[in-house]
Nanobody, 124 residues
Framework: QVQLAESGGGLVQAGDSLRLSCAAS????????AGWFRHAPGKNREFVASISGSGQNSIYGNSVKGRFIISRDNAKKTVQLQMNSLKPEDTAAYYC?????????????????WGQGSQVTVSS
């Protein structure tokens, strides 16, 4: 069974940086597409970032573009989300997601596996 283990969440102040990691295990190839979504109370689930299986292409939600960077290490089967210049409105539970196919996607319904979620709280 494919599993995604997230780590790196925590409490930070506005303007700080934080790095989330997602480690994939189980029967999945290293060229899987991957993404990050976030969900805050009272708000809809929001697309954050997506990266292709090769790592060559990445896309971002408008609210994080220019501040967040998605990357991957295929040798370790991990996906990272570097979050810079954090704002209080970034506070949410962040979920790593992977899809068997390698392309980037903004739609959560196109992902096959999900991490357990990692809480990020940004204070002002």
């Amino acid at each position: 069974q494919v599993q995604l283990a997230e780590s790196g969440g925590g409490l930070v102040q506005a303007g700080d940086s934080l790095r989330l990691s997602c480690a994939a295990s189980g029967p999945i190839s290293t060229n899987f597409g991957a993404g990050w979504f976030r969900h805050a109370p009272g708000k809809n689930r929001e697309f954050v970032a997506s990266i292709s299986g090769s790592g060559q292409n990445s896309i971002y939600g408008n609210s994080v573009k220019g501040r967040f960077i998605i990357s991957r290490d295929n040798a370790k089967k991990t996906v990272q989300l570097q979050m810079n210049s954090l704002k209080p409105e970034d506070t949410a539970a962040y979920y790593c997601a992977v899809r068997v196919d390698s392309g980037t996607r903004r739609n959560a319904l196109e992902y096959d596996y999900w991490g357990q979620g990692s809480q990020v709280t940004v204070s002002s």
